[in-house]
């Protein structure tokens, strides 16, 4: 497993959409294990291809202490509440602000051999999941709530 460099806002990869993930091979299972090695050397606990600069869509969460969710080509089924809380991102380093997420999500999706399944989460993995599926529309954290547009604003990014 390789650490890879992550993608910050500013860098107009971001703001792309990521296509889809079409071979499920070995080269995805490099990808996705470098996300995860990325993520825990950072202390994140999601990440999306596109923050290691790879415009595909697969997510890797951090479920426990051990437990982590690989996920590709997510399409989510059902939202149900709303929760506010905070958040940040890996690509937003040093800046958290509440976010309104749904309460539960059910996904569904592919692992990394090509097998459909589906998921449901709660609370604070919901937020995860809606996070990570964000970036793989373009869509960053700070883009939702008026101190995140601030944000951007005093540091001149996008
Ligand atoms: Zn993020």
Not at 17 to 34: F, I, M, R
């Amino acid at each position: 497993m390789a650490i890879r460099k992550v993608v910050r806002i500013g860098n107009a990869t971001l703001r792309k959409k990521s296509k889809p993930v079409v071979a499920y091979d070995e080269e995805l299972g490099t990808l996705l294990d470098d996300m995860k090695a990325t993520m825990l050397e950072r202390k994140g606990v999601g990440i999306s291809a596109v923050q290691v600069g790879v415009l595909r869509r697969a997510i890797v969460i951090q479920l426990d202490d051990d437990q982590f969710l690989e996920v590709v080509n997510p399409e989510i089924l059902k939202t149900r509440g709303k929760v506010l809380a905070s958040e940040g991102c890996l690509s937003v380093p040093g800046f958290y602000c509440d976010v309104e997420r749904p309460k539960y999500v059910k996904i569904r999706a592919f692992d990394r051999n090509g097998e459909a399944f589906e998921f449901e989460a709660k609370d604070y993995i919901a937020r995860c999941v809606c996070h990570e599926i964000d970036h793989l529309n373009g869509v960053l954290f700070v883009d939702l709530t008026e101190e995140g547009k601030n944000y951007k604003a005093l540091n001149g990014v996008e």
